[in-house]
């Protein structure tokens, strides 16, 4: 156990569903992290939130909609997905890097498997 | 921005023998390089990592070792076991201005340690 949870760890929905991923961490972290992992891809990063801000997109489509409602908690909501958003969506956790530029590392959940039909 | 290319893809080794895994990356100002081990059914988990100041570190039959100048960075994993087994990943950031937690992965090498 990690110390990060992931829910559901399987989810299938149609193309004109509506669902939302949930994740929370348990190590009072600060910053926490949404990832893709698709088979023959790197894990590509999605969304970055520190402090409940967010501080990184990294060009993700307005179907997925992410929520850091607190430090502890985010979602992904997702809606009128492609077939092609079919991947493994990891969530993670780290310290905050507040103002002295530091990177830490990153604690990840075992990732929710999502398949669009 | 950051491209990190790793490789091999797969690695295929004896038990006891050394697994290497070798990565670079193109930004000259990426100063922190984590690896992940992705066991089947789970999430990357952190093996060891190295920061640009330092040019080799070492924990017990992992060690990593950084080449600023060459851009590259290597996994080595001395006296494998089978449950060595697993997909490793390299990654890289930059922790500067607005890049702070924006890790760069490489593609991933599955290493299978045979008894």
């Known amino acids: 156990e990690t110390g990060v949870t992931q829910t559901p760890r399987h989810l299938v929905m149609g193309m004109t569903n509506k669902k939302s991923l949930k994740c929370e961490q348990h190590?009072?972290?600060?910053?926490m992290y949404w990832y893709k992992q698709s088979a023959k891809k790197p894990l590509e990063l999605m969304f970055v939130?520190?402090?409940?801000?967010q501080t990184e997109n990294n060009s993700v489509p307005s179907r997925f909609s992410p929520e850091c409602p607190n430090s502890s908690h985010l979602f992904l909501h997702l809606h009128t997905l492609q077939p092609e958003d079919s991947a493994l969506y990891l969530c993670a956790s780290s310290q905050d890097w507040g103002n002295g530029g530091h990177s830490y590392e990153q604690y990840f959940g075992p990732g929710t498997r999502l398949t669009v039909t | 921005g950051e491209n990190v290319e790793q490789h091999p893809s797969t690695l295929s080794v004896q038990e006891g023998d050394s697994a290497v895994i070798k990565c670079t990356y193109s930004d000259s100002a990426s100063n922190y390089f984590p690896w992940y081990k992705q066991e089947l059914g789970k999430g990357p988990q952190l093996i060891i990592d190295i920061r640009s100041n330092v040019g080799e570190k070492k924990d017990q039959r992992i060690a990593v070792t950084l080449n600023k100048t060459a851009k590259h960075f290597s996994l080595h994993i001395t006296e494998t076991q089978p449950e060595d087994s697993a997909v490793y990943f390299c990654a890289a950031n930059n922790a500067g201005g607005t890049s702070y937690g924006k890790l760069t992965f490489g593609q991933g090498t599955i290493l299978t340690v045979h008894p």
């Open positions: 939130y520190n402090f409940k801000e």
């Open positions: 190590l009072g972290h600060n910053a």
